[in-house]
């Protein structure tokens, strides 16, 4: 196991997980959820990019988010969608595929953040519908990229490498 992760998981009161097979497959948010084991160099590698991202953080709104848990997998999925990232409350935890959009750093590190933003967004007021509040503080002419947007943002060669995505309708 990684100390630094350890550390972080100590500090914070978040276990986390380097060993899918202690989790998956399980039920959670209504749907099954399943991954696998990321290779051990994947976690070394990863290690220390998450911390790296998690400092951005004071301290005090890491320990407000409530998380049991972060799972450091692969091949993630919420039903039969494939997830780069999954933020889930029944069990107050975040799945990451930490092997998908490796050697794209702005995809891997808004990966993160995308997750944090839902766990946060779910304890200031219990939900994750629009908050009318969180976008009157945006300027007038603000707007947020519709999702299919930033996908086509990523470049030709890496959403090629990604694996088909089954959609759950």
């Known amino acids: 196991a990684d100390p630094d992760l350890a550390a972080f998981g100590r500090k914070f009161g978040i276990q986390i997980?380097?060993?899918?097979?202690?989790?998956?497959?399980?039920?959670?948010?209504?749907?099954?959820?399943?991954g696998k084991p990321a290779p051990a160099d994947a976690v070394k590698d990863y290690a220390k990019f998450f911390l790296g991202e998690m400092s951005r953080y004071p301290d005090a709104a890491l320990r407000k988010l409530g998380l049991d848990r972060i799972i450091f997998a692969t091949n993630v999925f919420s039903g039969s969608m494939r997830r780069g990232g999954f933020a889930e409350w029944d069990t107050d935890s975040i799945h990451l595929d930490i092997v998908e959009g490796k050697g794209n750093l702005e995809y891997r590190r808004g990966l993160i953040h995308?997750?944090?933003?839902?766990?946060?967004?779910?304890?200031?007021?219990?939900n994750t519908a629009p908050d009318p509040e969180w976008a009157s503080l945006n300027g007038e002419n603000y707007r947020y990229a519709p999702p299919k947007e930033w996908s086509?943002?990523?470049?030709?060669?890496?959403r090629k490498s990604l694996p088909p995505v089954k959609w759950n309708p």
């Open 17 to 34: 997980v380097t060993n899918a097979k202690k989790v998956y497959p399980m039920k959670a948010a209504g749907q099954r959820l399943m």
């Open 114 to 126: 995308h997750e944090l933003f839902h766990v946060m967004d779910m304890r200031d007021d219990g």
């Open 152 to 158: 086509t943002s990523l470049s030709e060669e890496f």
